[in-house]
C-alpha cells in the first residue's frame, strides 16, 4: 500500500527535525544540511526552495534543498545544489523520493528555468541529460595515523616528507582571516573568481565545530590553508590553497596530511577529497593520493532550454577571461569576484 506523504517548504521551526532527518538517512551528504539555505540566500543571494516529503505524523522521509541560480551571462538553473559536490534527494523511502521529485519538477516548470538539475553520487534519473564532467574520490582511513601514511603512494609520500623535512606546522584557527589570504591567493593564480570574505565567515558561523580551518606556516609565516567539513565520521576538505610558497614547500601535500591525520585521531573513518573534473591537475593530484575517482551523477531535465550550456573552464571559450583574470591585481580580483563567482553555481 502506497504511503500517503505532504511535500512541505522548511520553515524555522523544520530546521532541526531537517538536520535530524540528514544525520540518519543513509544517501544524506553535508551538503543536505539546512544551513546551506542560509549560505544560498545571504551569502551568495540566491532564492530557495528546501522542500521535505513528511507523513501523517508529521516524519520527514525525504528532503530536497534546491536554489534558483538566474543569471544573464550562464543562464537560469534550478539546481541541489549550486556551489556544492553533492545534493538531490536524500530519502528513506521510496514514495516520498517520488513526491519531492514531482513537487521540484513542478517549480522547476513555473519558474521557467533552463533547467533542473541534481547532483547526486548514484545514477538517478536514467531518461534525464547527463554530463560525464566530474569525479569524486573517496577513501577510507585507517584508526591508525601511520597506517594512513603508509598508504600513500610512494611518490606523492615523499612529497609529504619534503612538507614535514621544511619544518612546517599546522595550526587549527577559529579566524576564517588567515585562509582566506591564502585562498584567495590560491584561485587568483588559476585565474578563478573568489567569493567574498564574508561567504566563509558565514559558512563558520553556521556550521560552527563541522566547519574547521587549518592554516600550514614556516616559522609564523602562512604557506596555505585549507576549510573542511565534517558530517558524520567524513573528513572533506573543501576550500583549499596558497600562494608561490606553498608550491615550492610542498605546502599543499603536507596540508592534506595534516587534514588526514588530525581527522584520523578524531575518530573519522572516511576522506572525502571533493570533485574534480576529469582531464585536469586537481585530478592527477587526487590519483597520486591513491584514490580512485568515482564518477558523480548529475542529471539534468530540460525545461526552456534545448540544450545544456558549457559554464566550466575547460569550455575554450572562457579561457581567455581566465588569462585576463590573472592580470587583474588581486584587490581587485577579491572586490569584484564576488559579483561573478555567485552566478556560476
Given amino acids: 500500500m502506497m504511503s500517503h506523504y505532504t511535500v512541505g517548504l522548511m520553515a524555522s521551526q523544520d530546521r532541526a527535525r531537517w538536520d535530524d532527518f540528514v544525520l540518519r538517512c543513509p544517501n544524506a551528504t553535508f551538503f543536505h544540511r539546512a544551513g546551506w539555505q542560509r549560505i544560498m540566500e545571504e551569502s551568495l543571494g540566491h532564492r530557495t526552495w528546501f522542500m521535505y516529503a513528511a507523513d501523517d505524523g508529521g516524519e520527514l522521509h525525504a528532503v530536497l534543498p534546491l536554489a534558483q541560480v538566474n543569471s544573464r551571462l550562464f543562464g537560469n538553473t534550478l539546481c541541489s545544489l549550486p556551489f556544492c559536490v553533492y545534493g538531490g534527494i536524500a530519502a528513506t523511502d521510496a514514495h516520498a523520493a517520488q513526491a519531492v521529485d514531482a513537487a521540484a519538477q513542478q517549480l522547476a516548470a513555473r519558474l521557467q528555468v533552463d533547467h533542473l538539475e541534481y547532483r547526486h ?4 534519473h536514467a531518461d534525464w541529460l547527463h554530463q560525464d564532467t566530474y569525479a569524486t574520490f573517496r577513501k577510507r ?10 598508504a600513500i603512494p610512494r611518490k606523492q609520500r615523499a612529497m609529504v616528507r619534503k612538507g614535514i623535512t621544511a619544518e612546517l606546522a599546522s595550526t587549527v584557527e577559529t579566524d576564517t582571516g588567515r585562509f582566506f589570504d591564502c585562498y584567495a591567493r590560491s584561485m587568483h593564480h588559476l585565474g578563478t573568481p573568489m567569493f567574498s570574505r564574508r561567504h566563509f565567515q ?28 565534517r558530517f558524520r565520521d567524513q573528513i572533506l576538505p573543501y576550500y583549499g590553497g596558497g600562494g608561490a610558497q606553498a608550491r615550492v614547500l610542498a605546502g599543499n601535500d ?21 570533485r574534480s573534473k576529469y582531464g585536469t591537475g586537481s585530478f592527477a593530484f587526487k590519483k597520486n ?4 575517482p568515482e564518477p558523480l551523477h548529475y542529471d ?17 571559450r572562457y579561457q581567455m577571461l581566465i588569462k585576463a583574470w590573472r592580470l587583474l591585481p588581486l584587490s581587485v580580483a577579491n572586490l569584484i569576484g564576488p559579483h561573478i563567482v555567485r552566478q556560476l553555481g
Fill in 254 to 274: 603536507f596540508m592534506y596530511w595534516e587534514v588526514m591525520r588530525r581527522a584520523c585521531l578524531a575518530g573519522c573513518t572516511l576522506f572525502d577529497f571533493g
Fill in 289 to 292: 593520493w591513491g584514490f580512485e
Fill in 202 to 229: 558565514l559558512l563558520r558561523e553556521v556550521f560552527a565545530e563541522d566547519c574547521q580551518v587549518l592554516c600550514v606556516q614556516q616559522a609564523s609565516r602562512p604557506v596555505c590553508a585549507v576549510m573542511s567539513f
Fill in 300 to 316: 539534468y531535465q530540460l525545461h526552456r532550454s534545448k540544450q545544456l550550456k558549457q559554464v566550466q573552464p575547460l569550455n575554450p
Fill in 141 to 150: 582511513l585507517h584508526a591508525d595515523p601511520q597506517e594512513n601514511m603508509l
Fill in 121 to 124: 553520487r548514484q545514477p538517478h
